[in-house]
């Protein structure tokens, strides 16, 4: 059975009915990711999808979710999967099937997913309003307007509409999945568990000679045996230069002596991602231009975590890493000038290019919004999980820096839980001052 498969019926039961009655009346329609041919006959790995999985718990592909209010804190689950085939499961491994769906995952009624359009119409007929995501799938979307069409032509001398009222339901779903319940707490604590240990792996794998592949298979094989079934998606290990490519993925060069590695990777557990980076000596001990970095950026990251408080802008941990890393710049004689100036101008750009922090959850970018109608950055609530992640990149090529610095490329990463106790650093046992690294690559 699918490591995926989360037997909380009672769980996604309040997610559901909590779903529910932030969108009203009406029908929620719902399926999850749909398989992937990579080449020839081979798949990618499922992973079910996010939202999907958020509300049922169910593991598998060509399953979909209907579930409507039948009165106050009370709602209906239908799930429509695929049924029981013991000829296709001794390819594939058992199903839960529509028996399973019920007993295990606490649907009120299961169908076989191949019933799903014969049933539809009745279950849009019942209901005035739909909620459902246009454009997401396509060939879900024509089946779905030809129902639609079925029903208007059955009905059609009572001249009806042609489909029910249509509201998306992700805003409210994402808004849903903004603050984290237990559960998932829980499953980021466990995800974070893993990708520490999977980073002191790695920090003890690199050696001079070594293949960045070699660090990056350390570092997953410890994922693994943490419990984490892949990873919350491809790992960067970037040594040297390559520190300065900030999706760098080809993780094939040979490392050297007086390179650093930068390794950005987090581990999955129970449906939740860390994500985590850390920049470190091949050789175990950083040189001076790479301590006078290093410590630049865990300054702006150690202040920006602590902008990560209940009511400030989500976005005042990027201001402050900002003015931090411009400070530092100009100490490093990158920049000259006022501080203030120099931020109001962008000049720190060249060497931090990107933002300081997105939502963590299900998804490494996760769901929820960043800004309100007017373009105003939302407050942080409590339960809200990010990331905060500075650094600073002086490419082998970039002449506006000096040339004891080229080459140098430094990001620090951690997940960030809001509490109204104050930001808790859910990743803070990965080494992460230069004395902790050093003796960690050291092997101590």
């Not at 058992?94 to 399973?100: D, F, K, L, S």
């Not at 592949?213 to 960067?236: C, D, K, M, T, V």
């Not at 129970?270 to 006078?292: K, M």
Request: hydrophobic letters at 40%; one cysteine or more; charged letters at 25%.
């Amino acid at each position: 059975m699918s490591r995926d498969a989360s037997f909380a019926p009672d769980l996604h039961r309040r997610r559901r009915q909590r779903l529910l009655d932030a969108l009203g009346d009406g029908l929620l329609l719902l399926s999850t990711a749909p398989e992937q041919r990579r080449n020839g006959d081979v798949l990618h790995e499922f992973r079910p999808g996010s939202d999907f999985h958020f509300l049922t718990g169910f593991p598998e592909p060509e399953a979909v979710l209907a579930a409507w209010r039948t009165g106050r804190g009370r709602h209906r689950a239908v799930l429509f999967v695929r049924p029981r085939d013991p000829a296709r499961e001794i390819w594939d491994g058992p199903r839960h099937g529509v028996a399973g769906a019920r007993a295990r995952f606490g649907a009120d009624e299961a169908h076989p997913i191949g019933e799903l359009w014969h049933r539809v119409p009745d279950l849009v007929a019942a209901h005035d309003r739909m909620f459902h995501r246009l454009g997401a799938d396509a060939a879900f979307d024509r089946r779905l307007l030809d129902a639609f069409a079925a029903i208007a032509q059955k009905r059609r001398r009572r001249q009806p509409a042609a489909h029910p009222t249509l509201q998306d339901p992700i805003p409210a779903l994402a808004a849903l999945r903004l603050r984290k319940d237990a559960a998932e707490i829980a499953a980021l604590r466990q995800a974070a568990a893993a990708t520490v240990a999977g980073h002191v792996a790695a920090m003890r794998a690199a050696r001079p000679g070594r293949r960045e592949y070699e660090a990056q298979a350390a570092l997953e094989a410890e994922f693994r045996r943490h419990g984490s079934p892949r990873n919350g998606y491809p790992s960067i290990v970037a040594s040297g230069p390559n520190a300065c490519v900030l999706h760098y993925h080809e993780n094939d060069r040979r490392m050297r002596a007086g390179d650093l590695l930068l390794v950005d990777a987090g581990a999955e557990v129970g449906g939740c991602t860390a994500d985590v980076t850390r920049t470190f000596p091949v050789a175990g001990r950083f040189t001076p231009e790479q301590a006078a970095v290093y410590a630049v950026v865990l300054r702006a990251q150690l202040a920006g975590i602590r902008a990560c408080r209940v009511g400030a802008p989500w976005n005042r941990a990027h201001h402050v890493c900002v003015r931090e890393l411009t400070r530092g710049l100009v100490a490093l004689g990158v920049l000259r000038g006022d501080v203030g100036r120099l931020v109001a101008k962008h000049a720190y750009r060249p060497f931090y290019m990107h933002g300081t922090s997105h939502w963590l959850g299900r998804d490494v970018h996760d769901v929820g919004a960043y800004d309100d109608d007017r373009d105003a950055p939302l407050p942080l609530v409590a339960g809200a999980a990010l990331t905060v992640e500075p650094g600073l990149y002086f490419g082998p090529r970039e002449t506006r820096a000096p040339a004891r610095l080229r080459g140098i490329g430094v990001r620090i990463e951690d997940d960030v839980l809001v509490t109204r106790r104050g930001p808790v650093v859910l990743t803070a046992g990965a080494p992460k001052s230069i004395d902790a690294i050093e003796r960690t690559c050291a092997g101590r």
